[in-house]
């Protein structure tokens, strides 16, 4: 066994059998692991939410609940509520239409460029939503191609809203569905046709029913983020639409109403807290008793001219969702006054270019900050999802579980209380952490942390129990068999999970909004600046930065999809 060579020097005193001990031992330690990763979240989650929270909900001391009624009962909150609602509802049902026949081509047919579409398919998931709103605010906006080619704006319309969700979301369904798809065995619906079932009869009855788990948990997700959905909602959707993300950034930094904005934010939080229990009931579902095989079985050429022309029909689908908007977003990037050129970009080396004091440094200044504060937070993110990761390997009761949802809730919870919090809590020593620059990567360690966990512990948990018992029978204590056994299977994992922190922490921007210092501007931050302000070179200036952002992500995705730790392409 090469888990404890000759090198580890165990003595014969020190062999025994793995009994009730050193179980013992093995929950201790993996509440020991708990530890950092439960006060990471206290202290940087739940202390700045709950803060917010109270002095939104609090008078003189006392809780104000009748301020719950009050709010929720106004007219123009309604309306907040019930488009919040319709728009994540209408966003879900039109990603599925349109990435479930992506997902099966990328489940069960072969062909050249497989991987790298996976990955440009992908290149959205991990790209800020500032981006995702620029790059269609220069397809559908004004000025933008469709409205030059035919007159056509839809900037200030809900269709602008729903497909550049259907845009963000395209790559959950197609890894999440197509990567257990992959991984059923298509004998079994072969057998039931020649039993004499219909193709539909035979997919309804066979493969639907083991797939409804993963579309269910790919559809929960989907709501998830369009229900949460702040900078595509903030950039498109103008003053005429207005989820409960953006409405809680406005009454907070705009109207300065922290009653209204606290309610707002309870209730995105039950909302959020319903949908990921929900989604973790699924994935249990998902994760019984499915008799699973290699996906490199279950993939082959296409046949037909059926089948040739779904993959067609999905390669242009891609082509038009995907390339268009981000080849748009390029194009305009160059399409300086007058001529083609680096214009743009050169004007992001100097302060006021063209009269504008938007930025106390130069905007290409924000690069540098954000590849700086990105790889802070991807080390925080590591080591907290690491070791979170680690203490939930083994399934145990209620309280794990609860902890496992506890680390999902910043991906739903508003970025925007979170970030506003920090400024009102992290004031006074010992942690006045303000004015200091750490404050950054600790807002997006927060929501690196989710991906860190749901990348490793998959990893985690396929690792033979028995490999473990084997070091531990030789005397090693847990901690030592988790760096001698764990540690070098999942160490591709770790990569992948740097990889998706630091996408996802380069493109934080609802926290990231209140708490970047205007010397000290992140991409994301400085993209809004830009977009907020009238003039031609604001806009082609913010173009350029959200290129240069779209870049660092894509070159990001493209490396993780080269040492991804499975073929079935699933998050």
Same mark, same amino acid.
């Given at each position: 066994?090469?888990?404890?060579?000759?090198?580890?020097?165990?003595?014969?005193?020190?062999?025994r059998p793995a009994g009730r001990g050193s179980g013992r031992r093995g929950a201790a330690v993996r509440l020991g692991l708990m530890a950092?990763?439960?006060?990471?979240?206290?202290?940087f989650f739940a202390y700045p939410v709950t803060a917010i929270v109270g002095r939104g909900i609090k008078a003189e001391g006392d809780w104000?609940?009748?301020?719950?009624?009050?709010?929720?009962?106004?007219?123009?909150?309604?309306?907040?509520?019930?488009?919040?609602?319709?728009?994540?509802?209408?966003?879900?049902?039109?990603?599925?239409?349109?990435?479930?026949?992506?997902?099966?081509?990328?489940?069960?047919?072969?062909?050249?460029?497989?991987?790298?579409?996976?990955?440009?398919?992908?290149?959205?998931?991990?790209?800020?939503?500032?981006?995702?709103?620029?790059?269609?605010?220069?397809?559908?906006?004004?000025?933008?191609?469709?409205?030059?080619?035919?007159?056509?704006?839809?900037?200030?319309?809900?269709?602008?809203?729903?497909?550049?969700?259907?845009?963000?979301?395209?790559?959950?369904?197609?890894?999440?569905?197509?990567?257990?798809?992959?991984?059923?065995?298509?004998?079994?619906?072969?057998?039931?046709?020649?039993?004499?079932?219909?193709?539909?009869?035979?997919?309804?009855?066979?493969?639907?029913?083991?797939?409804?788990?993963?579309?269910?948990?790919?559809?929960?997700?989907?709501?998830?983020?369009?229900?949460?959905?702040?900078?595509?909602?903030?950039?498109?959707?103008?003053?005429?639409?207005?989820?409960?993300?953006?409405?809680?950034?406005?009454?907070?930094?705009?109207?300065?109403?922290?009653?209204?904005?606290?309610?707002?934010?309870?209730?995105?939080?039950?909302?959020?807290?319903?949908?990921?229990?929900?989604?973790?009931?699924?994935?249990?579902?998902?994760?019984?008793?499915?008799?699973?095989?290699?996906?490199?079985?279950?993939?082959?050429?296409?046949?037909?001219?059926?089948?040739?022309?779904?993959?067609?029909?999905?390669?242009?689908?891609?082509?038009?969702?995907?390339?268009?908007?981000?080849?748009?977003?390029?194009?305009?990037?160059?399409?300086?006054?007058g001529s083609y050129g680096f214009g743009y970009y050169e004007a992001l080396q100097s302060v006021g270019a063209g009269g504008s004091s938007?930025?106390?440094?130069?905007?290409?200044?924000?690069?540098?900050?954000?590849?700086?504060?990105?790889?802070?937070?991807?080390?925080?993110?590591?080591?907290?999802?690491?070791? &979170?990761? @680690?203490? /939930?390997?083994? $399934?145990? =009761?209620? *309280?794990?579980? !609860?902890?496992?949802?506890? +680390?999902?809730?910043? #991906?739903?919870?508003?970025?925007?209380?979170?970030?506003?919090?920090?400024?009102?809590?992290?004031?006074?020593?010992?942690?006045?952490?303000?004015?200091?620059?750490?404050?950054?990567?600790?807002?997006?360690?927060?929501?690196?942390?989710?991906?860190?966990?749901?990348?490793?512990?998959?990893?985690?948990?396929?690792?033979?129990?028995?490999?473990?018992?084997?070091?531990?029978?030789?005397?090693?204590?847990?901690?030592?068999?988790?760096?001698?056994?764990?540690?070098?299977?999942?160490?591709?994992?770790?990569?992948?999970?740097?990889?998706?922190?630091?996408?996802?922490?380069?493109?934080?921007?609802?926290?990231?909004?209140?708490?970047?210092?205007?010397?000290?501007?992140?991409?994301?931050? &400085?993209? @809004?600046? /830009?977009?907020? $302000?009238? =003039?031609? *070179?604001?806009? !082609?200036?913010?173009?350029? +930065?959200?290129?240069? #952002?779209?870049?660092?992500?894509?070159?990001?995705?493209?490396?993780?999809?080269?040492?991804?730790?499975?073929?079935?392409?699933?998050?």
């Amino acid at each position: 066994m090469a888990v404890a060579g000759p090198e580890v020097g165990i003595e014969k005193r020190s062999a025994r059998p793995a009994g009730r001990g050193s179980g013992r031992r093995g929950a201790a330690v993996r509440l020991g692991l708990m530890a950092v990763p439960v006060a990471f979240f206290a202290l940087f989650f739940a202390y700045p939410v709950t803060a917010i929270v109270g002095r939104g909900i609090k008078a003189e001391g006392d809780w104000q609940f009748g301020r719950i009624g009050e709010v929720l009962s106004r007219p123009d909150i309604l309306d907040v509520l019930w488009f919040t609602t319709w728009q994540a509802l209408a966003s879900t049902a039109l990603t599925l239409l349109i990435a479930l026949p992506g997902a099966y081509v990328f489940a069960r047919f072969d062909f050249p460029g497989k991987q790298v579409l996976r990955a440009v398919v992908t290149v959205p998931f991990v790209l800020p939503t500032v981006v995702v709103g620029t790059a269609f605010l220069a397809l559908l906006g004004r000025g933008g191609l469709l409205d030059e080619l035919w007159g056509v704006r839809l900037d200030t319309t809900v269709w602008a809203i729903l497909l550049a969700h259907v845009f963000f979301n395209y790559a959950v369904v197609v890894r999440t569905v197509g990567g257990l798809w992959s991984q059923l065995d298509p004998r079994q619906e072969e057998a039931a046709r020649v039993l004499g079932a219909g193709r539909f009869a035979a997919f309804r009855r066979v493969t639907l029913p083991a797939l409804a788990p993963a579309v269910a948990a790919a559809a929960l997700m989907v709501f998830l983020f369009t229900f949460t959905s702040f900078g595509v909602v903030q950039i498109l959707g103008g003053p005429a639409y207005s989820t409960l993300e953006v409405e809680i950034y406005r009454q907070t930094a705009q109207l300065l109403d922290l009653p209204t904005a606290a309610v707002l934010t309870l209730v995105q939080f039950a909302a959020v807290g319903g949908i990921l229990a929900v989604h973790a009931a699924t994935v249990r579902r998902r994760e019984r008793a499915l008799k699973l095989v290699d996906p490199a079985q279950t993939s082959r050429r296409p046949r037909g001219v059926g089948q040739w022309a779904l993959l067609g029909g999905v390669l242009l689908t891609a082509l038009l969702l995907i390339l268009l908007p981000l080849g748009v977003l390029v194009e305009r990037s160059f399409d300086g006054p007058g001529s083609y050129g680096f214009g743009y970009y050169e004007a992001l080396q100097s302060v006021g270019a063209g009269g504008s004091s938007t930025f106390l440094v130069p905007p290409l200044e924000a690069v540098g900050n954000s590849l700086r504060y990105a790889l802070v937070a991807t080390l925080i993110a590591l080591v907290v999802g690491g070791l &979170a990761a @680690a203490a /939930l390997t083994r $399934r145990a =009761g209620r *309280l794990v579980r !609860g902890f496992d949802a506890l +680390l999902m809730l910043p #991906l739903g919870v508003s970025a925007v209380t979170v970030g506003f919090g920090f400024l009102i809590t992290l004031d006074k020593p010992p942690l006045d952490l303000r004015t200091s620059w750490i404050l950054v990567p600790l807002a997006q360690a927060l929501v690196g942390v989710p991906f860190v966990v749901r990348t490793m512990l998959p990893v985690l948990r396929a690792v033979d129990d028995r490999l473990r018992e084997a070091a531990a029978v030789l005397g090693a204590s847990p901690l030592r068999a988790w760096r001698e056994v764990d540690l070098p299977l999942v160490r591709r994992a770790v990569l992948v999970a740097a990889g998706f922190a630091f996408a996802v922490s380069l493109g934080e921007f609802g926290a990231t909004v209140f708490i970047a210092r205007p010397d000290n501007p992140t991409l994301p931050v &400085a993209v @809004a600046r /830009l977009l907020g $302000r009238s =003039g031609e *070179l604001n806009y !082609g200036q913010a173009m350029a +930065l959200s290129t240069i #952002l779209m870049l660092v992500c894509a070159v990001s995705l493209l490396l993780l999809e080269r040492i991804r730790t499975d073929r079935s392409g699933e998050f």
